[in-house]
């Protein structure tokens, strides 16, 4: 009996997990149909890439297959370099969030480095730093927020000194640099 168990153990497992293969690539072929409309909808792809975050915590391995997904990565970048400008509070944080999580950190900073006097921008990529930090628990291997601290103090106190001070939304993008700056300064040397 107990060997029986084990085996439709396995078989449900095996049935879920290619049940959450089909339900990746579903929603890989989705965002990828959306970005390539003429006029996506930003909310839909938001939602999806919010998805693809969502399965890829739930273990290492998928994390592992979602975030390596070559043609996910082509269609982040294209929706965030045709759609920035377009783009919600929210669907700007998925996005980046996005970013982040599937292309890395040396993607998020090069978007950091080519859009300097965009406050908003900035402001959401403070967060999602944060949030990264966070979730990352003080990891500091590299390609993490802690393992970066060096570099990611430099652009905090870049932002606060360079571009809080004639920002529309200063007090927000203060906050976010300043809660930023807490989490890396400990770790620089």
């Not at 153990?9 to 879920?16: F, G, I, K, P, V």
Request: charged share 20%; proline share 4%.
């Amino acid at each position: 009996y107990v060997a029986g168990a084990s085996g439709a153990d396995a078989a449900e497992s095996q049935l879920l997990h290619g049940e959450t293969q089909m339900a990746i690539e579903t929603i890989v072929r989705r965002l990828q149909e959306e970005i390539a409309t003429s006029k996506p909808d930003v909310e839909i792809y938001a939602e999806a890439l919010m998805a693809l975050r969502n399965l890829s915590r739930r273990s290492d391995e998928l994390g592992g297959k979602i975030s390596a997904c070559s043609t996910l990565i082509a269609a982040v970048d294209l929706a965030f370099e045709r759609d920035y400008f377009n783009l919600p509070f929210n669907s700007l944080w998925q996005l980046l969030g996005a970013i982040h999580f599937f292309a890395g950190l040396p993607r998020l900073q090069a978007l950091l480095e080519k859009y300097q006097a965009a406050p908003v921008f900035h402001e959401v990529a403070c967060g999602v730093l944060v949030e990264a930090a966070e979730h990352e628990d003080s990891a500091d291997t590299p390609g993490t927020v802690v393992g970066s601290a060096v570099c990611l103090a430099y652009y905090a106190e870049k932002v606060l000194i360079g571009m809080v001070p004639s920002a529309m939304n200063r007090e927000a993008l203060a906050t976010r640099a300043a809660q930023l700056m807490g989490h890396v300064l400990g770790y620089v040397p």
